[in-house]
């Protein structure tokens, strides 16, 4: 994979917090190393706090929140977990919204974790295959999902996985989903 793979794409990463910072933090930087352009998104502006397994961790600040955002202005979507997270960014209208967006234009969507709540709330699972962290499979099965107990899956434009140990298969399939994103955008135009 060339290191600039994906030079030029822009990332919307959404997050709120008690994201997971692992989860957060290392998929943003291989994604960054690889050239594209991360936005951090939140409901509110300022900085969100991260947590590591349920302790303080360090704030990030937020680029962008949702009321100022087009789904339309980007390529790819990273939902990163942390269960206070997930939990809230699923009673969000506009991030169901976003992902909704996202997904109908076929765009890739990579979420670790517990990000799955975001989709599941946001109606887009059903007759999906992905895994997520075990504690939340009945969730995903329920929604119309087939859960499957693996480091990373890829479905379609989905990337998915379990855990902060899964990140180095997430990050690598994540950056081949986005690289075959950005190709057949490029072909296309």
């Known amino acids: 994979m060339n290191e600039k793979s994906l030079e ?9 917090n008690g994201v997971q910072e692992t989860e957060l933090a290392e998929p943003r930087k291989a994604l960054e190393n690889a050239g594209a352009r991360t936005t951090l998104i939140a409901p509110k502006a300022g900085t969100i706090q991260a947590s590591i397994h349920g302790k303080k961790g360090n704030e990030f600040p937020v680029d962008a929140i949702f009321d100022s955002v087009n789904p339309a202005d980007f390529d790819a979507v990273l939902l990163p977990g942390g269960v206070l997270n997930a939990d809230a960014l699923r009673t969000e209208s506009k ?28 109606g887009l ?14 969730d995903v099965r329920n929604s119309g999902a087939n859960w499957v107990d693996q480091e990373v ?12 140990a ?24």
């Open 95 to 122: 991030a169901k919204q976003f992902v909704r967006e996202i997904d109908k234009a076929a765009k890739p969507i990579a979420v670790i974790c517990h990000g799955p709540w975001v989709l599941i709330s946001a």
């Open 153 to 164: 899956v890829r479905d379609r434009n989905w990337v998915s996985s379990r855990q902060p």
């Open 166 to 189: 899964d990140i180095p298969a997430f990050n690598r399939e994540m950056i081949a989903l986005f690289s075959e994103r950005k190709a057949r955008a490029q072909k296309a135009s």
């Open 125 to 138: 699972t059903k007759g999906r295959t992905m895994t997520s962290y075990h504690t939340i499979q009945d």
């Open 8 to 16: 030029g794409l822009r990332v919307a990463i959404l997050a709120t």
